[in-house]
């Protein structure tokens, strides 16, 4: 009894008992609270999972929609698409929370306290001159039909989704989460793929105003690839 009390006494304290209480499938970790999470696809019904909350912001869902799924660190978005949801990209509002017994999304609660405070953070520290975000469009090749795909890179969520499509190798225009874009979709005319979100040029071919070489809105701590965690290591140094 002695040990476990010793053991909750080195828990960070993210949420206080009180926002917590109703909410189902809480636990604590060192760093991370857990709660019971879901997301409600019409056509495939619950797909239910582990939603941890970081205190850095983090956030991280174990799949449990079936007994042998292997999805183990899925970004909201990511789970939202796993679940088929049909209008994805709104996870803060699809993916749910169990609270007194009744499905509640996301943003309707405190677990977003600490993401929404680590974007504010990041967005502020990395403007243009003008306080616009400078993270240019960028496209990735669908490995089906040849066709190029634009991704806005505003948030760190479409940040996210960009970086996982450039490192599937594999990438096709269906595994976008959004705009539902399939091979058959024709691609953007040259004349528009110049147009690309400078904030000093509109047809800038990449400038430091638009350009980003690693920040914390386009680098992620839960990521294995080496330019992440060179990021990550650089940053705690």
């Excluded at 209480?21 to 696809?41: A, F």
């Excluded at 970004?75 to 796993?82: D, I, L, W």
């Excluded at 680590?118 to 240019?136: D, M, P, T, V, W």
């Amino acid at each position: 009894m002695a040990n476990g009390a010793e053991r909750d006494s080195e828990l960070v304290v993210m949420f206080s008992d009180e926002e917590l209480r109703e909410m189902s499938g809480v636990k604590r970790g060192l760093d991370y609270i857990e709660v019971t999470c879901g997301c409600t696809s019409h056509r495939y019904g619950d797909a239910v999972g582990r939603l941890r909350v970081f205190q850095n912001g983090d956030l991280e869902i174990i799949c449990e929609c079936t007994p042998g799924c292997q999805e183990d660190k899925l970004t909201p978005a990511a789970f939202e698409k796993h679940s088929g949801r049909e209008t994805a990209r709104k996870w803060k509002n699809n993916v749910w929370v169990i609270v007194n017994g009744e499905k509640v999304p996301l943003f309707k609660t405190v677990l977003l306290k600490y993401y929404n405070q680590a974007s504010k953070n990041a967005n502020g520290s990395h403007r243009s001159q003008n306080g616009r975000l400078c993270h240019r469009d960028e496209f990735v090749r669908c490995t089906r039909c040849n066709k190029e795909r634009r991704f806005r890179l505003r948030t760190k969520e479409e940040c996210r989704i960009h970086h996982d499509a450039l490192a599937d190798v594999n990438w096709k225009c269906s595994d976008l989460p959004y705009d539902k874009i399939t091979c058959d979709d024709d691609e953007e005319r040259a004349s528009r793929r110049v147009y690309r979100g400078c904030t000093r040029s509109p047809t800038c071919k990449g400038c430091t105003s638009c350009v980003c070489f690693g920040c914390e809105i386009c680098r992620f701590s839960d990521c294995s690839c080496q330019t992440c965690i060179d990021f990550t290591r650089n940053a705690k140094t």
